[in-house]
């Protein structure tokens, strides 16, 4: 597999016959694409070039979603296709949606998170002619010719956070809050808590997950208790239930938050000190741009980690105007560290384990 990376950028604090079943199906998928924006005849799509983004959380997150809906009306303006962005909010509509966007000819989906897996195996095979990217998906086996799957080493920049945070906790106890408890997410934290180690062995890292992706509310309770039992330093991973943890670190002075996203910097200026950032984004961009060249190629797994314009650990610009002028000094006293680390990282003289146990 072969696949061209960005360059490192430089890292400076703050930068940053049907059946009845089938027929009520196709009915629902049509009437989850009417509700974004309407369908067009198929052959009408086909020679428009319809590329669509099926999401699988709401939009108005402040992160993921919002930054991809962003970026693809980016690309869309600078290549000149029509877009379609759709909210599949029900596992049980999934396929239908996939297979009503091939009947209407889009030459290019792209879907988000583990969920949407099952449907892609199903469809996907049955569109050769669409070009489809599973963002945030395992590879397959036996891999699909048309459909490229891209996974992120979040963990590697869950790494980094953790050796900032032992560098700046003023109490040694670091929490850690997941949308739900899933390999990926379990490696992420098992990560932090190494990185936390690494420079301070006696350290507590504390994990909890709030069983959502989309529950703001569990999150502010989650991130209050912890806060009461000391812990002055919390890495989110929940996209919008992240809005909640802000809001309980906003309540008191010293209570620190590393995020994903820079959308959250302006949700906590004293409070977001810096982003464990994963640009769904960029990603997207990324690989919807390599999509739209002749010379694309589908059957792969794209892993993406540090380096690559997608994954990194970044320190909020607004913090260091608006945070704790004690704490701000600290970020910046720590800042080499994490660069050393992450010059480690990619170099191999430090290796990060993936480890999936909780």
């Not at 030459?107 to 099952?118: L, R």
């Not at 650990?313 to 992450?342: K, T």
Request: proline letters at 7%; aromatic letters at 8%; glycine letters at 12%.
């Amino acid at each position: 597999m072969s696949r061209n990376r960005k360059k490192p950028t430089n890292h400076l604090p703050g930068s940053k016959p049907l059946s009845r079943r089938r027929l009520l199906g196709a009915a629902a998928g049509a009437s989850v694409l009417a509700g974004a924006g309407g369908i067009l005849p198929a052959p009408a799509r086909a020679n428009m070039g319809l590329v669509a983004l099926v999401h699988t959380q709401a939009a108005g997150d402040n992160g993921p979603i919002d930054s991809m809906i962003g970026k693809l009306g980016q690309l869309s303006e600078e290549r000149g296709f029509e877009k379609r962005t759709i909210y599949a909010q029900d596992a049980a509509t999934f396929e239908t949606v996939l297979r009503t966007l091939g009947d209407a000819g889009a030459t290019h989906v792209a879907a988000t998170f583990p969920v949407i897996a099952e449907a892609f195996k199903a469809v996907a095979p049955a569109y050769p002619g669409t070009r489809w990217i599973h963002i945030f998906g395992d590879p397959l086996d036996p891999p699909i010719p048309n459909l490229v799957t891209v996974s992120y080493d979040y963990y590697l920049g869950c790494y980094l956070s953790g050796i900032f945070a032992a560098n700046v906790s003023q109490t040694g106890k670091i929490g850690y809050i997941g949308g739900i408890s899933i390999p990926p997410l379990n490696a992420d934290f098992n990560a932090l808590k190494a990185g936390v180690h690494s420079v301070n062995p006696d350290a507590t890292v504390t994990a909890a997950f709030a069983g959502s992706f989309q529950d703001p509310a569990k999150g502010y309770e989650i991130a209050g208790q912890m806060f009461l039992d000391g812990i002055d330093y919390i890495q989110t991973d929940s996209a919008a239930t992240d809005g909640g943890i802000i809001q309980a670190a906003n309540e008191a002075p010293g209570r620190m938050v590393s995020a994903l996203d820079p959308a959250q910097y302006a949700l906590g200026p004293a409070s977001v000190i810096g982003i464990v950032s994963l640009d769904f984004g960029q990603s997207l961009y990324n690989e919807l741009g390599e999509a739209l060249e002749p010379n694309w190629t589908g059957g792969r797994h794209v892993p993406t980690g540090l380096g690559t314009g997608v994954i990194d650990f970044i320190l909020s610009p607004l913090y260091q105007e608006q945070g704790p002028s004690e704490l701000a000094a600290r970020a910046m006293e720590a800042w080499p560290r994490v660069e050393a680390a992450r010059v480690g990282i990619l170099d191999g003289s430090i290796e990060v384990p993936f480890d999936t146990s909780i």
